[in-house]
Each structure stands twice: as C-alpha cells, then as structure tokens.
T-cell receptor, first 110, second 113 residues
Framework: GESVGLHLPTLSVQEGDNSIINCAYSNSASDYFIWYKQESGKGPQFIIDIRSNMDKRQGQRVTVLLNKTVKHLSLQIAATQPGDSAVYFCAETFDYKLSFGAGTTVTVRA | DVKVTQSSRYLVKRTGEKVFLECVQDMDHENMFWYRQDPGLGLRLIYFSYDVKMKEKGDIPEGYSVSREKKERFSLILESASTNQTSMYLC????????????FGQGTRLTVV
C-alpha cells in the first residue's frame, strides 16, 4: 500500500505486505527528517531519522528515503504487522525547531 | 526509563480563564516543545525552548505564552482561554541541536466551554 502527500490520507495494508508512506516537506534548509508513529491514546514515538545529506537509511523493518530534488520523504515498512496500525508523521528539524506534518493513518488488514 | 509528564490528562475550563499546562521531563534535555493536535491538522508547534529562560515562537503562538524557569519544566499558558483552543496539547523534550528523537508526554485534552 502507498499514500501520497502531506494530507491526512488513510492507508489500508494487507498483513505481510510492504507499506510505503509518503511525505512532502517544505524547508530545504532542514537538518534532519524524521518519522514518528503515534498509537491510539499515546504520544508520538520516534521511528527513524535521516540527515539531510543522505539519501537512504535502514532500520529494523523500516527504510527511509529522502529525495531532496523534489522535497520528498518516504517510509517503507517491510512485512507489515497488526502492531504497525497507527498514525505516521513525518517531521523536520531546523535550528532546534521540530515541525510535523499532518500524518497518515495506517490500518493493517488481517 | 525516560519520562515526560504532563500535569493533567483531562481539563475543562471556562472561556476567559487563565489556564496553565505543566510539563516536566526527567532526562536533562535542553529542548522542550508544546504542540496542539487537532484532527486533520497533525501536530502544530506553539512554542519551543532550547535552554532555561529561552523561548521561541512556533507556528501558532497567538493566544499562548510559555515559561521555562527550570530546565526540567516547561509551562504553557493560555492567557484568556477561548473555545477555539479546545484541543489535545502535547509536550515533548529532546537533546540539543539535532534533537530528532523527541519524547512526548501523554497529552492533555483541554476543553474550553
């Protein structure tokens, strides 16, 4: 499954499939780009970040891709699990300021 | 275990009241933030602070002020609460400069009637 843009789209994914969540960022001068996950009733939690001079970074089951040419950030989740159901936010940092996008709601179908 | 604690989980206030939302972190973090979260709008930054007594406006500071007298405590003040300030308020803290990994409190659901 794949989402597009900084709006608040919903993404429905079959368990076991790969998920791709996309985000368009606004500030070309941002130092880092980050993905957060927010589960129901909780505050957002850090997933992974990428420095502005990098194109790709991998974590456990997640990969973040940064395309500075088109100001685009994506989060790929491999083998999506029911516990991945949450709202995902992209964020960026510039001079201590940490700003978030509108979020994408991911629902994993059994 | 890292912890960011917000003083209230739920709060109901009347229009025109002065409201204080308190946030305390035990991680010795320099950076602290206040956000409000509304459906469809994500997290919007109200104010942030990168040191004691330092404060910077975020994207929506109107109607709010903050106080950071001690490193561990960051207070959000609604000078005269209005119904359009009904929202979920989230506090966060992080290490300096890069500060990509912010730790969030559980949030305060504020209703202004």
């Amino acid at each position: 499954g794949e989402s597009v843009g900084l709006h608040l789209p919903t993404l429905s994914v079959q368990e076991g499939d790969n998920s791709i969540i996309n985000c368009a960022y606004s500030n070309s001068a941002s130092d880092y780009f980050i993905w957060y996950k927010q589960e129901s009733g909780k505050g957002p939690q850090f997933i992974i970040d990428i420095r502005s001079n990098m194109d790709k970074r991998q974590g456990q089951r997640v990969t973040v891709l940064l395309n500075k040419t088109v100001k685009h950030l994506s989060l790929q989740i491999a083998a999506t699990q029911p516990g991945d159901s949450a709202v995902y936010f992209c964020a960026e940092t510039f001079d201590y300021k940490l700003s978030f996008g509108a979020g994408t709601t991911v629902t994993v179908r059994a | 275990d890292v912890k960011v604690t917000q003083s209230s989980r739920y709060l109901v206030k009347r229009t025109g009241e002065k409201v204080f939302l308190e946030c305390v972190q035990d991680m010795d973090h320099e950076n602290m933030f206040w956000y409000r979260q509304d459906p469809g709008l994500g997290l919007r930054l109200i104010y942030f602070s990168y040191d004691v007594k330092m404060k910077e406006k975020g994207d929506i500071p109107e109607g709010y002020s903050v106080s950071r007298e001690k490193k561990e405590r960051f207070s959000l003040i609604l000078e005269s609460a209005s119904t359009n300030q009904t929202s979920m308020y989230l506090c966060a803290s992080s290490y300096p400069r890069t500060g990509t990994e912010a730790f969030f409190g559980q949030g305060t659901r504020l209703t202004v009637v």
